[in-house]
């Protein structure tokens, strides 16, 4: 059986969030990019497809935005989340992305 990563409770096989404090147990990295680098790289994450969601912090960890991942399927739909991340870019120096892949 699998253990959560945050309180160490056992999950059953195949589950997607800790029963007890609801942490995802998707497999997770994390790391820095530039902001004029943002988009690009967010651009080829979602075309990677085995991701289920992305998560975009400034460099102090404060949320900036979360994508999921059926936006990515959908291209039309990926506009607005590109053009907030302009902004974001704009705003921000540095950002930590953290994305869930799917197992």
């Given amino acids: 059986m699998a253990t959560c990563k945050n309180c160490g409770a056992e999950l059953p096989e195949g589950a997607q969030f800790c029963y007890k404090c609801g942490v995802s147990t998707a497999q997770r990295e994390e790391f820095m990019v530039d902001s004029d680098q943002?988009?690009?790289?967010?651009?080829?994450?979602?075309?990677?497809?085995?991701?289920?969601?992305?998560?975009?912090?400034?460099?102090?960890?404060?949320?900036?935005?979360e994508i999921p991942v059926t936006v990515g399927i959908i291209?039309?739909?990926?506009?607005?989340?590109?053009?907030a991340l302009g902004a974001i870019a704009a705003i921000a120096t540095r950002c930590k992305i953290i994305v869930e892949k799917r197992k």
């Fill in 38 to 65: 943002l988009i690009e790289t967010i651009k080829r994450l979602i075309h990677e497809g085995n991701i289920r969601r992305i998560i975009v912090n400034d460099e102090n960890d404060n949320l900036l935005m």
């Fill in 75 to 83: 291209g039309a739909l990926l506009s607005p989340w590109l053009a």
